[in-house]
């Protein structure tokens, strides 16, 4: 079965430093991945996504990731992080093969806490 | 309106209330989903519904009872709640067959408490 691993539940990280937050995931066949953003007191909102081809990813305010096949890894990046950029991150998962019916696996999410 | 619209946003209801949640999308989806997000808890999958039929159920209570009358529109009747029911419940919707291309869009979510 699948799995998303988010290895940090919480990164406090001060305005203008670089950031990066993790995700691991388990899967026998390949996948489609993806970061989701919450702020608070909202929805998810899609950040980025790889499907196939590079395998470095850039998508909204800055974000950008990377797929790194052997490690099974999808981490996330930004290099100068903005007090707008406080909230919760979500790693996710589709399988293209899977009796989940393509349906996504998330993470438990990553707290990103941006300090002045 | 566009994209996925929840409501209320906020709903306070004691345990012996019946209310609902509303869900409505408006970008030609025909898979919805409900998730029950707690405080330190994942997100939990609730029920999923593809071509208006409930294709998913996670184990949930028989206090929680969803409907999706149409492709655009997905309901979560509540009714005899616990105050552990108390969360950010949820609605994503997504095209079925590609939501692994595409990912869900998520609405903003109704807060509930349950008193």
């Known amino acids: 079965a699948q799995s998303v691993t988010q290895l940090d539940s919480q990164v406090p990280v001060f305005e203008e430093a670089p950031v990066e937050l993790r995700c691991n995931y388990s899967?026998?066949?390949?996948?489609?991945l993806f970061w989701y953003v919450q702020y608070p007191n909202q929805g998810l909102q899609l950040l980025l996504k790889?499907?196939?081809?590079?395998?470095l990813v850039k998508g909204i305010n800055g974000f950008e990731a990377e797929f790194n096949k052997s490690q099974t890894s999808f981490h996330l990046r930004k290099p100068s992080v903005h007090i707008s950029d406080t909230a919760e991150y979500f790693c996710?998962?589709?399988?293209?093969?899977?009796?989940?019916?393509?349906?996504?696996?998330f993470g438990k999410g990553t707290k990103l806490s941006v300090k002045p | 309106e566009t994209g996925v619209t929840q409501t209320p946003r906020h709903l306070v209801m004691g345990m012996t209330n019946k209310k609902s949640l509303k869900c409505e999308q408006h970008?030609?989806?025909?898979?919805m989903y409900w998730y029950k997000q707690s405080a330190k808890k994942p997100l939990e999958l609730m029920f999923v519904?593809?071509?208006?039929?409930?294709?998913e159920n996670n184990s949930v209570p028989s206090r929680f009872s969803p409907e999706c009358p149409n492709s655009s529109h997905l309901f979560l009747h509540l009714h005899t709640l616990q105050p552990e029911d108390s969360a950010l419940y949820l609605c994503?919707?997504?095209?079925?067959?590609?939501?692994?291309?595409?990912?869900?869009?998520f609405g903003s979510g109704t807060r509930l408490t349950v008193v």
């Open positions: 994503a919707s997504s095209q079925e067959g590609l939501q692994g291309l595409y990912g869900y869009t």
């Open positions: 899967s026998s066949v390949s996948v489609y």
């Open positions: 790889y499907l196939s081809g590079s395998t």
């Open positions: 996710a998962v589709s399988d293209l093969d899977g009796g989940s019916q393509g349906n996504l696996i």
């Open positions: 970008l030609g989806h025909n898979a």
């Open positions: 519904y593809s071509l208006e039929e409930r294709v």
